[in-house]
T-cell receptor, first 108, second 113 residues
Framework: QKEVEQNSGPLSVPEGAIASLNCTYS??????FFWYRQYSGKSPELIMS????GDKEDGRFTAQLNKASQYVSLLIRDSQPSDSATYLC????????FGAGTRLTVKP | DAGVIQSPRHEVTEMGQEVTLRCKPI?????LFWYRQTMMRGLELLIY????????DSGMPEDRFSAKMPNASFSTLKIQPSEPRDSAVYFC???????????FGPGTRLTVL
């Protein structure tokens, strides 16, 4: 079993819709969770971090963490074509482990 | 403050040649990470340093790979000899342990023919 699992997609949503990205992890001792966005040909860029159960909102982005279910998600409200990218979930054990990423396409 | 700087941005070499990738991290971040990204395997951690000391190199694929960090402002990843299966994008990232946040450099796209 992979340590960090993501649906590879592609996930396609219309402009203005909510995009929901999901991630599960296998190590219960993880304490830090991150979402990175990676545009094609570019490096990963941190967009959200979350450390405790519940929701964390930052603009159009909301990260949700449920440690009991070992589940972390990212919601993107009012999706824009510029949100089209691959979204990487990362979980910190003793070092950072990344999921394979979910490719999101927002159609105008 | 400038972000993480990597050089070269692109490298094309022939099998058997030595390849050296360079990274200048963000000052004040005491962790430095080297990653490799391929379509097949995604983003893989190769090695990371804390205060210039290698902490975990278990991700280094084999003895052909080596990494050094002689000072806080410079690190290298060397592949000798290179093989076609080493073709990937190699990222360097600077880390802040207080928040576990990492800032990635632009990457080096390596092609081994």
């Amino acid at each position: 079993q992979k340590e960090v699992e993501q649906n590879s997609g592609p996930l396609s949503v219309p402009e203005g819709a909510i995009a929901s990205l999901n991630c599960t992890y296998s190590d219960r001792v993880s304490q830090s969770f991150f979402w990175y966005r990676q545009y094609s040909g570019k490096s990963p860029e941190l967009i959200m971090s979350i450390y405790s159960n519940g929701d964390k909102e930052d603009g159009r982005f909301t990260a949700q963490l449920n440690k009991a279910s070992q589940y972390v998600s990212l919601l993107i409200r009012d999706s824009q074509p510029s949100d089209s990218a691959t979204y990487l979930c990362a979980v910190n054990y003793n070092d950072m482990r990344f999921g394979a990423g979910t490719r999101l396409t927002v159609k105008p | 403050d400038a972000g993480v700087i990597q050089s070269p941005r692109h490298e094309v070499t022939e099998m058997g040649q030595e390849v050296t990738l360079r990274c200048k991290p963000i000052s004040g971040h005491d962790y430095l990470f080297w990653y490799r990204q391929t379509m097949m395997r995604g983003l893989e951690l190769l090695i990371y340093f804390n205060n210039n000391v290698p902490i975990d190199d278990s991700g280094m694929p084999e003895d052909r790979f080596s990494a050094k960090m002689p000072n806080a402002s410079f690190s290298t990843l060397k592949i000798q000899p290179s093989e076609p299966r080493d073709s990937a994008v190699y990222f360097c990232a600077a880390g802040d342990r207080a928040t576990d946040t990492q800032y990635f450099g632009p990457g080096t796209r390596l092609t081994v023919l």
